[in-house]
């Protein structure tokens, strides 16, 4: 189920309820739809004067139960409402509950003691029953805890329909409880004094006796046939709840109904309770499953979901987490595989295209180059920065007094050599060094000077550069 939102379905005795609560960011909960189903056959129509009467055919010992009205209404909800996991709320009558009394000491031990006492109350003699419970009330000396049961035929019926459905119950609660929620502020429950509340509401009739706000008896009395039937149950579940919370006078009977008052139903309700019966009508037609989804937002605990349930979601759980998995593993193998397919395609798609590229462009990259080589051409002739007269320039300006110049040769796009004498070796290196200093040269190689005849013969070699070195 979605974090956002839940959804809440109310079995009652002929109808499925279902309300849906998403939650709103800082506006909190909001109930955004709600449907209802019936879950009996509708009473097919009078044949009409001279018609025969249709008879379905049936097939001996054949039960086909996803034709069973509970578990077409359950398929009609679920197509409304497009659920997958629902809270469940049951009715009182299909319940076995009781409000029991332990000593403050029992806290830890609650759970086991409950378990305990339900098996006693079950008239089902070693049938398996799905139990839980609520604390409804706690002091110092003792707890009020409400212990409930379901049996596993309530379970079989409303299981096999959800399990048709495909749905999973997160949650199950009584709708009595859901009742007593959505009713506890607009009747006042909490007010000091006890009370009796009867409701005549979604299957039959159910019975509060509250005292300072925590009911100290719940009982689902089913429908009752007539007055005498419904006065017997409300005498002896009123018996039983003095007997174990104690007898005290009833400051008000509150009877529940969408029905209209009965005056003799109400007067001998008064007389045997010794309260006056105040009429009041739900503030909704829904106010069970919507006290049930109150319920669910504020974590309560009785919670009658068989194992059978739990386990079907757990395994949905492990389900889903598998197939998110192995769906994760066969996206990330497709993608490695297109990877491994696909990249030596894209590269030579890719390198046709600069080819195809390049070739387009081949012809007018070949006028830039000649275009470019003829300038270059045109600019090497007109450049006479390294013509052999700027050479000869050039060395005879460097020429320092007492040297004498006795041979220069030029070779072009190499460099120069130069052989002379001098009266001192320092005038030659003088004029090595005029040579070295010029930005024409790369390299000045001297070889000397050497002393002939009172003079001092040298040899220079002077390369331009970017010249290439003679091997």
């Not at 609520?134 to 049996?151: F, H, Q, R």
């Not at 070949?366 to 045109?378: E, G, N, P, S």
Request: aromatic share 6%; with cysteine.
């Amino acid at each position: 189920m979605n974090q956002n939102e839940f959804i809440v379905w109310g079995f009652e005795r002929t109808l499925l309820r279902s309300v849906r609560y998403v939650l709103r960011g800082r506006e909190g909960w909001d109930k955004t739809d709600s449907g209802v189903w019936s879950t009996i056959d509708q009473p097919a129509e009078a044949p009409k004067d001279g018609e025969p009467l249709e008879v379905p055919a049936i097939n001996a010992g054949e039960v086909v139960d996803a034709d069973k009205p509970l578990a077409r209404a359950v398929r009609e909800a679920r197509a409304a409402t497009h659920a997958r996991n629902v809270v469940v709320s049951l009715p009182l009558s299909q319940l076995l509950v009781q409000v029991m009394k332990f000593p403050a000491e029992m806290r830890n031990d609650l759970a086991d003691a409950i378990s305990l006492q339900m098996d006693k109350l079950s008239p089902f003699g070693g049938e398996e029953l799905t139990i839980s419970h609520e604390v409804l009330a706690e002091t110092d000396t003792d707890i009020w805890v409400l212990g409930a049961a379901m049996p596993a035929i309530t379970f079989d019926n409303i299981g096999s329909a959800l399990h048709l459905a495909k749905l999973h119950v997160t949650r199950t609660d009584i709708s009595g409880l859901g009742w007593f929620r959505a009713l506890c502020a607009p009747l006042q429950l909490t007010r000091p004094g006890r009370r009796v509340v009867l409701m005549d509401l979604d299957d039959g009739w159910d019975m509060f006796i509250i005292d300072h706000g925590i009911p100290v008896l719940i009982r689902g009395m089913g429908v009752q046939q007539d007055i005498d039937s419904l006065i017997r149950e409300i005498t002896l579940s009123f018996m039983s709840a003095e007997l174990e919370a104690g007898a005290c006078l009833s400051s008000e009977v509150l009877l529940v109904s969408n029905n209209p008052p009965d005056a003799a139903r109400d007067s001998r309700i008064q007389k045997l309770l010794d309260a006056p019966v105040h009429h009041h009508k739900p503030p909704h037609e829904d106010g069970g499953v919507e006290g049930v989804a109150l319920r669910t937002r504020e974590n309560a605990s009785m919670d009658l979901t068989p194992l059978v349930w739990r386990t079907a979601i757990h395994e949905a759980k492990i389900t889903k987490r598998v197939y998110i998995g192995v769906a994760l593993a066969m996206t990330l193998w497709a993608i490695i595989i297109g990877c491994l397919l696909g990249s030596p395609r894209y590269y030579k798609f890719r390198t046709d295209r600069c080819k195809a590229y390049a070739k387009a462009h081949a012809k007018a990259y070949k006028q830039v180059a000649d275009t470019r080589a003829r300038v270059q051409l045109i600019e090497s002739y007109m450049d006479r920065s390294h013509s052999s007269l700027e050479m000869l320039r050039i060395v005879s300006d460097s020429l320092p007094q007492g040297v004498t110049l006795a041979d220069f040769t030029y070779k072009k796009e190499a460099g120069v050599k130069i052989k002379g004498d001098a009266d001192e070796p320092s005038l030659v290196y003088t004029y090595k060094d005029a040579i070295t200093g010029n930005p024409l040269f790369e390299t000045v190689t001297l070889t000397g000077p050497s002393a002939s005849r009172g003079k001092h013969k040298f040899d220079i070699d002077a390369k331009f550069k970017g010249s290439k070195q003679d091997k």
